[in-house]
């Protein structure tokens, strides 16, 4: 079967701890996204990235990093200086980045610091 | 900046009401529209989508969605709801002919649908 995974699907960390969220395609898509979910805010773009070994700041980037060193996984880091970690987050890829191509979503991973 | 608006965060109907779910966006350009839904516990999918063509948007799930260009609009229909609809509805704009595939997402709408 062909899509998308993310894991693990809950995440609890301590305050102060990197974190990193994977992601993973098997659609063979260049474009990967990640976004991040808040009750009553939908969703805002993180990160995206439109080939390997290149990705661009979204809306929200600040207190995340990301890497794309194969075209199949974007894993994605919350560091310790983002002030508001916990909340949903979903993993996304189109074929392309420009033009109008659907993005498949993940399953997300819900990630809790206390 | 461009941004949509879903007017309806909540809203809750009874099993066979009619649906109609409003999405307005802030772009004066060329747009690409989508609805994507959210069932309990599943993966945020594609409901529907506008590229070109027809402004009337069939679906799956017997949903369908309107664009009026004149009104930035692209409200989501569907004439007989059932309680497997009960989810959250987001309705998301591309500006077309941009650098990225950037999606847009409204707020969201969580429609819970009584039998």
């Known amino acids: 079967d062909g899509g998308i995974t993310q894991s693990p699907k809950y995440l609890f960390r301590k305050e102060g701890q990197n974190v990193t969220l994977s992601c993973e395609q098997n659609?063979?898509?260049?474009?990967m996204y990640w976004y991040r979910q808040d009750p009553g805010q939908g969703l805002r773009l993180i990160y995206y990235?439109?080939?390997?070994?290149?990705?661009q700041k979204g809306d929200i980037a600040e207190g995340y990093s990301v890497s794309r060193e194969k075209k199949e996984s974007f894993p994605l880091t919350v560091t310790s200086a983002q002030k508001n970690p916990t909340a949903f987050y979903l993993c996304?890829?189109?074929?392309?980045?420009?033009?109008?191509?659907?993005?498949?979503f993940g399953p997300g991973t819900r990630l809790t610091v206390t | 900046a461009q941004s949509v608006s879903q007017h309806n965060h909540h809203v809750i109907l009874s099993e066979a009401a009619s649906l109609e779910l409003g999405c307005n966006y802030s772009?004066?350009?060329?747009?690409?529209l989508f609805w994507y839904v959210q069932y309990p516990g599943q993966h945020l999918q594609l409901l529907l989508k506008y590229f070109s063509g027809d402004p009337l948007v069939k679906g799956i799930k017997g949903f369908e969605a309107e664009f009026i260009k004149s009104k930035f609009s692209f409200n989501l229909r569907k004439p007989s709801v059932q309680w497997s609809d009960t989810a959250e509805y987001f309705c998301a704009v591309i500006p077309y002919g941009g650098a990225t595939n950037k999606l847009i997402f409204g707020t969201g709408t969580l429609l819970a649908v009584q039998p």
């Open positions: 772009y004066g350009g060329t747009v690409n």
């Open positions: 659609l063979n898509h260049d474009a």
């Open positions: 990235s439109q080939i390997v070994n290149d990705f």
């Open positions: 996304a890829s189109s074929e392309r980045l420009a033009g109008p191509y659907e993005q498949y």
